[in-house]
């Protein structure tokens, strides 16, 4: 659904449509100053490269990345807090942190010019979601140590919008300031952001009438076409996908247009690869795989080669808007979320896309995976819309039936598929946790 006419604005044109040639030049000579810097400052990178055999003058430009040693999250936690940085303590002025899958949290630390570059790509994101000076920004991802309400408060001062501070939480007073401020813009999660529509319908507010709401900066968790979709029509505005990591920066390191085909990635700052998860090996634009980050201008924390397990595919190929970064699809999955049930991979986002495909089926569900007898069972609990429930016993059963069949012919597995009465699925307000695996206990 394209709400209203689609006018690109460009936040930094210079970078965001550097040709190609220019753009290898710039990253090339910025990979080689950084990863300098990195081996001479901090002695995890000394201590791997010298592991690796590579030095530093072994790195002349992009096509050496691949000497280099890959990092992945429990180099956070083992360096934990501060063993990573680059810079002393003092030139630090930020932390931001994530608690991580396990529990055990992890922190980066930010520079001035760290928080600033974050500043600028988040002032590139919300430029592309169509945001400018008059425009009222409602942040309602948590303001706190996780890096979504300060990244979108950021974004927002810097193209100079009015912002307001919600933090999550308190749905009926985020709505009531949405509508009395007229807010333009919402950031939050994809989750809350349905959660947010269907408590302003069920308030008996329009969102064309009671609203002004023109567009959405969505992410934090993975989402689907279809999600998008009940966004959309809830809430009456564009829905943008934004993707980001704490480790990295956090959100904005790609960021979606009004073309809505992809996330452009801020190649000026990071250097995006896609490797085959299971060997390392890099994939070229097009084939799906993990996506791998290279800071090349953070000076506080930096990251060589940091796999995100974020199973994504890239391509250069330039866009509508006349951006010439290269984008990077929908996060299809975490190769360490994925399900294995009964030797089949599953992804959340394939039974995500049959529910909300489904006519009357709510996009709230809890997946249960456990182990019965040795054998692995999946169980998927989802919820009627309340008009759908209304319809009674006979159309719950047939809807039942239909996701069954349709979650056997997409993943190919059978299922136990439980209705639930609308709205006792758990709401969230930050990331949704859709994955209960019972078996690890
Ligand atoms: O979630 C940063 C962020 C905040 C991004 C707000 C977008 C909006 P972390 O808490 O460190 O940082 O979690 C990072 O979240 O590796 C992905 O698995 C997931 N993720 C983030 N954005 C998306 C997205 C923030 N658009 C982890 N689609 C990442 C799918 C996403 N997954």
Redesign the pocket.
Known sequence: MQVRPIEHHIWNPKMECISRDELAQMQSERLVKSVRHEYDNVKFYRDRMDAAGVKPEDIRGLEDLKYLPFMDKPDLRDTFPFGLLAVPTRDIVRIQ????TTGHP?VSGYTREDVNIWSEMMARTLTAAGGGPEDIVQVS?GLGL????F??YQGADTIGAMVLPMSSGNTQRQILMMKELGVTML?C??SYAVYLGETIHDMGLDPKRDLKLKAG???????TEGMRQRIEELLCIDAC???????IA?????FECLVKQG?HINEDHVIAEVINPATGEQLPYGVEGE?VFTTITKTGMPMIRYR???MVTLTDKKCDCGRTLARMG??TG?SD?MLVIRGVNVFPSQIESVLVATPGVSPHYMLIADRVHHADTLEIQMELAEDAYALGYEFEERTRQRVFEQVRSVVGISTKVTVLPPKSIKRSEG?AKRVDDRRKL
Do not use: N, Q
């Open positions: 942190g994530s608690s991580g992890i991802y996780f890096t979504g309400g990244g979108a950031c999660t994809p900066c969505f992410g934090a968790e993975p989402w996908d934004i993707y980001g990591l704490t480790e956090g959100p904005g390191v790609s996330m996506l995100t397990h974020d929908r996060v975490r979320d990331k």
